[in-house]
């Protein structure tokens, strides 16, 4: 008998969080890209969210990889359970539930940029049945932090993919409401990277990265954070791991929290909300992490506050 529960959670691909499924409560089916600490963390804050509103959650959970049928019957085994909505960890499982199952409500979370990815066509237009909670952090929220460390700031120099011509426009609009000079240099490949930080370096008082793996990777960070740091120009990062690296600061999605959040958006689906009139958020908290060492090397104190608001500091 466990050897055919088994078999039969692993054909689910999923986890059923349901308060009573055989009393006709509300059923779940929440899908998993891969078993990853971020992911874990994000469904943790998930399951806590609909805790604490009486939703009792099963134990059983597998992410989508574990599956080892065709992908045919994972979705009409999805599909027998008449899941209320469904609940995506990742860009894998959404663009799976996106692809498969638009008459069911989907609520989805840990996707970095989900217009780039083809989630979504854009943050301010509804989709009828999909929405959830973005992986970005506003631009404006980051430059309004940045300031707060560095209040003497006005160039702010971005290093962005040539394709991104429409993005780069609306970067500027933010930055120029937040009273900053946006100084953009694009690039078409990683090889271009060296040429155009060394363009703008004498022309900023900081820079602003943000998640491209062409721009901001293995080769080509350290030369990135030597170049600013020799020239004691900050960097405004994307991870913690940036900041201890040698970056001054970054804002970091707590990824507990990106659960929760997503857990109150599925509590109004279930509710009798329509998915279509819930448009996609960001993340509402996210953490700050600052550097103290470099922040002396290219001569910024950072304000006491910021030093208590924030949840990593790096001597």
């Known amino acids: 008998m466990a ?9 689910f691909g ?4 349901s308060s009573n499924v055989w009393a006709g409560e509300p059923v779940i089916a929440v899908v998993l890209g891969k078993a990853i600490g971020p992911y874990l963390q994000a469904l943790s804050g998930f399951e806590t969210e609909l805790k604490e509103n009486g939703y009792q959650i099963s134990p059983h959970h597998f992410d989508l990889d574990e599956y080892e049928g065709p992908e045919e019957r994972m979705i009409q085994e999805i599909r027998d359970l008449k899941p209320a909505l469904i609940f995506t960890i990742g860009t894998k499982a959404t663009l799976f539930a996106q692809g498969h199952f638009q008459d069911l409500p989907v609520v989805f979370s840990m996707v970095l940029n989900p217009v780039k990815a083809g989630v979504i066509k854009s943050f301010t237009t509804p989709t009828h049945n999909l929405t959830g909670v973005s992986l970005d952090i506003p631009p404006e929220k980051q430059f309004e932090k940045l300031k707060e460390i560095q209040p003497k700031v006005k160039r702010v120099g971005v290093i962005y993919d040539a394709k991104e011509k429409e993005w780069i426009k609306e970067i500027e609009a933010v930055a120029k409401k937040e009273g900053l ?37 293995a080769n080509s960070s350290q030369y990135i954070l030597l170049t600013l740091l020799r020239h004691k120009i900050p960097l405004m990062a994307f991870s913690a791991s940036y900041v201890k690296a040698g970056a001054l600061l970054a804002l970091e999605c707590d990824y507990d929290a990106i659960g929760r959040q997503a857990g109150r958006i599925a509590i109004k689906i279930l509710m009798g909300e329509d998915p279509s009139t819930i448009l996609v958020s960001f993340p509402e908290d996210p953490n700050l992490v600052v550097n103290k060492r470099i922040s002396k090397l290219v001569g910024i104190d950072i304000p006491a506050d910021a030093l208590k608001e924030a949840s990593e500091v790096y001597e």
């Open 181 to 217: 000079l946006l100084v953009a240099k694009p690039v078409h490949s990683e090889s271009d990277v060296p040429v155009a930080l060394d363009d703008i370096r004498d022309k900023i008082d900081a820079l602003w990265a943000q998640t491209d793996a062409m721009i901001y990777n």
């Open 14 to 17: 999923m986890i059923l969080i």
């Open 3 to 11: 050897k055919i529960q088994r078999t039969v959670c692993l054909l």
